[in-house]
């Protein structure tokens, strides 16, 4: 289960933990028939190139950096969300931290991925103004740009025709020396849920400790003070870099 998924569940227990009604539409997402989530695409459908494609505490100051990110939009996009500049942000620096040991590859591509994937030199990555780079992100969850809708139903009718569920993976190409994997949960709702345990609502919303995955990041909730943390899983070494980078450090405070 997403976050997405998570949240709805959270949700609906802090309202059974109020003793409240679930609305009708909750009774039916959460009746619905778990065989057919995804409507699959007829028999006509053969596999094409959309299932080859590839593509902490945060920044104090989340104004200022989509201010830095929005100034002067590119063509390619006429809106950029602040988890677009954070995202951009965050990238270009990892790139900045991993530089060294991979700049005399100039082919050599990098991995960014939500459901949708994009690939850059980390050379070009390091030497992009921030705001093409976070607006390259949000063009690829543009309808014109990607059909997510489709990408998603036939990767859902690859599987379902398929006895082996292993064959297809959107990690599967996933360098993790330097590829960038990423999830935003900023607009999860955790802080407005108190489950009636008779105190306030959370002060802190994190994800515990799991197995690591070098290369992954996760936006977390807002709090209600508007601060972002982020949890990102990397190298020693590369924090390093990161925790002496002064564009970094600029925006962002490290909590451990």
Same mark, same amino acid.
């Given at each position: 289960? =997403?976050?997405? !998924?998570?949240?709805?569940?959270?949700?609906? %227990?802090?309202?059974?933990?109020?003793?409240?009604?679930?609305?009708?539409?909750?009774?039916?997402i959460g009746n619905m028939d778990r065989s057919?989530?995804?409507?699959?695409?007829?028999?006509s459908y053969t596999p094409g190139p959309e299932l080859a494609r590839q593509i902490v505490k945060p920044p104090p100051s989340l104004g200022s950096l989509k201010a830095l990110a929005t100034n002067t939009l590119s063509v390619s996009t006429d809106f950029i969300s602040t988890d677009d500049a954070v995202n951009a942000f965050?990238?270009?620096s990892i790139a900045r931290a991993r530089d060294s040991p991979f700049l =005399?590859?100039? !082919?050599?591509?990098?991995?960014?991925?939500? %459901?949708?994937?994009?690939?850059?030199t980390i050379k070009k990555l390091c030497e992009e103004r921030l705001r093409i780079v976070a607006a390259e992100l949000r063009s690829q969850l543009d309808p014109k740009n990607n059909d997510l809708i489709f990408n998603t139903r036939a990767l859902a009718t690859v599987l379902s025709r398929s006895d082996d569920k292993t064959k297809a993976s959107f990690t599967a190409m996933v360098n993790f020396s330097s590829d960038f994997m990423l999830s935003s949960w900023s607009r999860i709702s955790s802080y407005d849920l108190d489950s009636n345990l008779g105190s306030a609502t959370p002060e802190a919303v994190r994800r515990?400790?799991?197995?690591?995955?070098?290369?992954?990041?996760?936006l977390m909730p807002r709090s209600a003070a508007g601060e972002m943390p982020v949890?990102?899983?990397?190298?020693?070494?590369?924090?390093?870099?990161?925790?002496?980078d002064g564009e970094?450090?600029?925006?962002?405070?490290?909590?451990?």
């Open positions: 289960m =997403d976050m997405t !998924g998570q949240d709805f569940i959270f949700g609906l %227990l802090s309202k059974a933990c109020h003793n409240e009604p679930f609305s009708s539409e909750e009774l039916a057919h989530p995804i409507p699959l695409l007829d028999d965050i990238w270009k =005399d590859s100039p !082919g050599l591509s990098k991995l960014m991925q939500t %459901l949708t994937y994009k690939t850059d515990p400790h799991f197995t690591p995955v070098k290369g992954l990041e996760y949890g990102i899983c990397l190298r020693d070494e590369d924090w390093e870099r990161l925790k002496v970094f450090m600029k925006y962002a405070k490290y909590i451990g």
